[in-house]
């Protein structure tokens, strides 16, 4: 799949990229999709919630009553679940949320959200991504001259570049990653996907990479 290359003023150069059907034109997985975004979000969770049970509970261990005699359920403890401000029955716990995925699968997973935006056409390769200064307005500039400015935007560069991370950091619907860093929620999430020409190499270099699981 040929691709022509875009300078950041939405004009096409005189180059152009043929997109892999390797990765870009491959049959999608929905699940595993669905897979490598649960685990995505699920790594996302800190997972330090905690509830106090009865042993927790700051309180008396005094028999509250006598054992028979009242016309009411025994009760041992202040502490009880049972009373206002007693422990909480089975509560929440700190944990770890993530689970094991294979590394073909989320290889696969990546590759099929990337098939879906090449598909789409809401893949556009630019030339390259380069600020003097970081600028929200000029970055908003750029989106508006590739005429994407309504979309929700994922910038894919080759190498941390802090100018254009700081110009778009305060966009809502934009947002920039490395390609070391591309993975399938960010891929799905956004409604169109501008990759800078390096990036592309990366990518096809990173998919090409042998996996053994």
Avoid at 57 to 76: D, L, N, V, Y
């Amino acid at each position: 799949m040929k691709v022509n290359v875009k300078n950041i003023k939405g004009e096409d150069t005189s180059n152009s990229v043929e997109l892999s059907e390797e990765i870009f034109g491959v049959e999608p997985n929905d699940h595993a999709i669905y897979l490598d975004v649960k685990q995505y979000l699920a790594n996302q969770r800190q997972g330090t919630h905690k509830a106090k049970e009865r042993a927790e509970i700051t309180g008396s261990t005094k028999k509250i009553k006598r054992q028979k005699g009242t016309g009411t359920a025994r009760a041992g403890s202040i502490k009880s679940p049972i009373f206002r401000g007693g422990g909480r029955v089975f509560g929440p716990r700190p944990r770890d949320y993530g689970f094991k995925l294979n590394r073909k699968l989320k290889k696969l997973a990546r590759k099929s959200a990337l098939t879906y935006k090449a598909k789409n056409e809401k893949i556009t390769v630019l030339e390259a991504v380069q600020m003097d200064t970081p600028k929200t307005k000029a970055f908003l500039d750029v989106l508006q001259s590739l005429s994407v400015q309504n979309e929700k935007c994922l910038l894919v560069v080759e190498e941390v570049n802090r100018n254009v991370y700081l110009s778009v950091r305060n966009i809502p619907n934009a947002k920039v990653i490395t390609a070391d860093k591309l993975n399938t929620y960010d891929i799905m999430n956004a409604t169109h996907l501008l990759l800078s020409e390096k990036a592309v190499d990366q990518i096809e270099a990173m998919f090409n990479t042998k996996v053994t699981a």
